[in-house]
């Protein structure tokens, strides 16, 4: 059974502050959490919404959360400051499989750097990892690692001017060996990412979004496939992957209607 | 543990519960695949609808409340899912809402052209300003709905009812008179409501919100009693149905199946193999049949 008390909602007031770019900031939470990295949580702003974020920051005693902002809720978040008072459910899902050998590379795209940079502190420093944004200013955290990235951008302002998985597929054509590829971003860079692994025969650990209600597997918002994302998920394996058919083609809505994945996220970003 | 329930054979008494998990026939399959024997659909409604801004589900720890607000494609949205349920092998109950007598009407007409196994009209949602409970408390709306619908359909015709009603017995009773083939009780309890002291607000978004999970369950197991009392047709039992003590409870109460809800929160997806399991161990160690015990807490002395 679950520890059910640790996932209660608790309310916390914002600790810190900070602007990491025009579109996206991190707030600091003073709250000892129990977690791991790919987990997320359930964070209300009270006469506002309730929405999953995953942990970016994570320490004994504190904790981080980034917004990127896009839709009502998100440019809410994005404007609270220091002192601000919200609730937080949680941490919920199953996060990522941490491997302690072989080597690893890591792709981020965007805010996908969020959920993947707790997890990139936890392995060893001979991980690759490739880090994609849509121009310099938008590449995040761009100090907190003391291992190399190699960073591209749509715009070339920064890096390699293409994608992540041309910086992936060129390290593995390169003659590098892979035995584990995390991955987080927009769900068609994952997609394509795991085309890649699957051609290399590379095992792959994917994180996923889906429109969520209770966090904890009930109320079947998330469902993706026979996958319920927020419980079973946020993160997914090659072999759960390769059964996947909704994996970057559908998603349901709120009103549990099932569209293409582009009609989803036009609808997620207002 | 094979059971007939109105002329079906489930492989178990084990039924899920509307509103859990059941947005899709992939998921429906694997909780069908995780030992339960008789899966509901998420409740259709007449008409596209989002459900409410969230906070709609928190847990309190002895269990939950929620307010997720009916969400739908509406019954006429829904091609692709029919599609694949078409082709399913399992057994499906397909749970529906409306606004209206005519609304229900109109949506179990359609649903039953789909050839779900059972229809079952949910009048006891405490969620919604004008669908379910509303038709539920009362004896002449009940009687309404339930009679305009059985007139439409030709699959077998479950109600779900409310434990807000006055005399739960009595509503149970109405439905019958006007052709319900079996009444599922109960859904949820309240509604009730949780306020956040710190920042001086409901927490659920609707404000108010139906309580489930382990401290309904005497509330559940008494209104199974009540409709035991009241009718001859079958009882789906549910309500804070977590172990297989507890659907022991409430089949002893009067139920033939046991529903299972919120527990896939406590005990995981496979909650229903779990169960299942538990019951037989139990019914194996006292010697006793499934069918032996439905009802046994009526008899007197």
């Keep these: ?270 | 543990m094979t059971i007939q329930f109105l002329g079906k054979i489930l492989k178990n008494p084990m039924v899920l519960a509307s509103g859990i998990l059941g947005n899709s026939h992939d998921i429906l399959e694997r909780v069908y695949e995780n030992g339960c024997g008789l899966v509901t659909m998420k409740s259709i409604g007449p008409e596209p609808r989002d459900g409410h801004k969230n906070p709609t589900v928190i847990d309190l720890g002895h269990g939950m409340i929620n307010a997720v607000g009916l969400p739908s494609p509406g019954y006429l949205n829904m091609e692709n899912e029919w599609k694949d349920l078409e082709k399913r092998d399992f057994p499906l109950i397909a749970s529906i809402y409306g606004g209206s007598v005519r609304e229900y009407q109109m949506v179990a007409e359609f649903v039953s052209s789909k050839k779900p196994d059972f229809i079952e009209i949910n009048i006891s949602c405490p969620n919604s300003e004008k669908h379910g409970m509303i038709f539920g408390v009362n004896l002449q709306s009940s009687h309404d709905v339930v009679s305009a619908v059985k007139k439409v359909i030709n699959v077998p015709l479950i109600v779900k009812l409310t434990p807000q009603a006055l005399d739960i017995g009595d509503i149970a009773r109405a439905c019958e008179d006007a052709g319900a083939n079996a009444i599922c009780a109960i859904n949820t309890v309240g509604p009730g409501m949780v306020i956040d002291i710190e920042s001086k607000m409901p927490v659920l978004a609707f404000k108010k919100g139906g309580l489930s999970g382990p401290m309904i369950k005497p509330v559940a197991i008494r209104c199974v009693f009540d409709i035991y009392k009241a009718v001859n047709i079958p009882i789906i039992g549910l309500g804070g149905i977590s172990t297989g003590k507890d659907a022991i409870e409430i089949i002893m109460a009067g139920a033939s199946l046991v529903g299972i809800g919120s527990a896939v929160r406590y005990r995981g997806i496979d909650v229903f193999q779990k169960v299942t399991l538990e019951m037989e161990t139990w019914l194996k160690g006292h010697d006793l049949s499934m069918e032996e015990i439905i009802g046994a807490a009526h008899r007197e002395g």
């Design chain 1, 1 to 270: 059974m679950n520890n059910i008390t640790d996932q209660k909602h608790i309310m916390l007031r914002v600790e810190e502050k900070y602007v990491e770019n025009q579109t996206h900031a991190t707030l600091f939470f003073n709250h000892a959490l129990s977690f791991k990295p790919g987990q997320f949580i359930m964070v209300w702003i009270p006469g506002v919404d309730e929405k999953p974020y995953t942990i970016s920051l994570h320490s004994k005693e504190r904790f981080a959360i980034t917004i990127e902002a896009k839709g009502i809720f998100s440019k809410k978040a994005i404007a609270l400051n220091k002192g601000d008072l919200l609730g937080i459910r949680g941490p919920f899902g199953n996060g990522f499989d941490i491997k302690s050998e072989g080597k690893k590379a890591v792709v981020a795209g965007g805010c996908g750097m969020a959920p993947l940079a707790p997890l990139v502190e936890k392995l060893d420093k001979n991980t690759i990892f490739i880090h994609g944004a849509r121009t310099k200013d938008h590449i995040l955290y761009p100090d907190r690692f003391d291992m190399e990235r190699l960073f591209c951008t749509d715009d070339g302002s920064f890096g390699h001017k293409g994608l992540v998985t041309d910086l992936l597929e060129e390290q593995i054509t390169s003659g590098k060996h892979f035995d584990m590829v995390y991955t987080c971003g927009p769900e068609i860079m994952m997609y394509n990412v795991f085309k890649i692994c699957e051609t290399y025969n590379i095992p792959c650990q994917v994180s996923l979004e889906r429109y969520m209600r209770c966090g904890f597997g009930v109320c079947g918002a998330c469902v993706c496939g026979k996958q319920v994302v927020c419980k079973d998920g946020p993160v997914f394996g090659s072999v759960a992957l390769r059964e996947m058919k909704d994996f970057n083609t559908k998603a349901l809505l709120k009103s549990g209607k099932d569209v293409a994945l582009s009609q989803y996220f036009s609808w997620r970003c207002k």
